[in-house]
């Protein structure tokens, strides 16, 4: 059986420890926060034995070789962001694969928000760590990627079994919420959507993961592709609708 403890940390990010039941082996989904982790792990009695990095960013990397010293853990990274990460045991890309007891996660090029950007899918528990290439309503900003690039990275996350349970890295929902409505106002399964978001945010519940089903319906960054979604933002072409988004959302 795997577990996920999802726990916030930093200002909006949200920390993940995977843990194996079976093989008692744990991997820390990026690190944050190095002292939030080694003390969530502590507080269940989980050894950590691994790190899963997803991509180069402080705040999902910066914690490597402060839980590494403690743990003497295995830290797996992008390799094409590998040169601004500390500590690395082993490099990853697309197709690769990394176990935690009998689990698989496949390894998924994500980039765009960093040119190395990787998701780990886990097919065996219908979850996926999509770091900061997708958030619930939302997508990573295109710090190093183009949008070309973005749009295929969304489309192989878009291609997951729609049941999967994406695990997104910041607590950036609402926001996002509001963004989504004024991009897609006659999506009456986003306006359902919103406004549970908005009730969570009121009760401080978090609004992660999300299931990509819910996603595929209501994220305008996965629905660049769609007619409508096209003729109000970009003439008829996906990657000119995805580009024009994006923008949109940087100075929203």
């Known amino acids: 059986m795997l577990e996920v403890h999802q726990f916030p940390c930093l200002s909006d990010n949200y920390g993940f420890l995977l843990h194996d039941s079976a093989s008692q082996e744990t991997a820390c989904i990026d690190t944050p926060d190095a ?34 010293a403690a743990t003497g853990c295995t830290v797996v990274a992008p390799e094409i962001d590998a040169p601004r990460i500390e500590a690395i045991d082993r490099t990853v890309t697309q197709d690769d694969t990394v176990r935690l007891g009998d689990f698989t996660a496949h390894v998924i090029d994500v980039g765009g928000h960093t040119h190395g950007h ?12 999509v770091g900061d290439a997708l958030f619930a309503l939302g997508c ?39 963004f989504a409505l004024h991009a897609d106002p006659d999506n009456r ?40 979604l096209q003729a109000r933002w970009g003439g008829g072409d996906t990657i000119t609708t995805f580009a024009a988004l994006r923008s949109a959302k940087d100075s929203f």
Not at 36 to 61: F, K, M, V
Not at 118 to 129: G, N, T
Not at 144 to 161: H, I, M, N, V, Y
């Open 118 to 129: 990787i998701a780990y899918h886990v097919p065996e528990a219908s979850l996926a760590f």
């Open 189 to 228: 399964e986003l306006a359902v959507y919103a406004d549970e978001i908005a009730a969570r945010r009121d009760k401080d519940q978090p609004t992660v993961p999300t299931k990509l089903e819910r996603e595929l319906a209501t994220n305008p960054f996965l629905r660049a592709d769609d007619p409508a």
């Open 140 to 178: 990573g900003r295109m710090f190093e990627g183009t949008a070309p690039q973005f749009w295929a990275s969304l489309s192989r996350l878009k291609a997951l079994p729609p049941e999967t349970l994406l695990y997104c890295a910041h607590e950036y929902t609402a926001s996002n919420a509001r």
């Open 35 to 68: 002292e939030a982790y080694l003390r969530e792990a502590a507080s269940r009695g989980w050894q950590i034995t691994q790190i899963w990095n997803t991509h180069w960013h402080p705040d999902h990397a910066g914690g490597n070789a402060a839980i590494k």
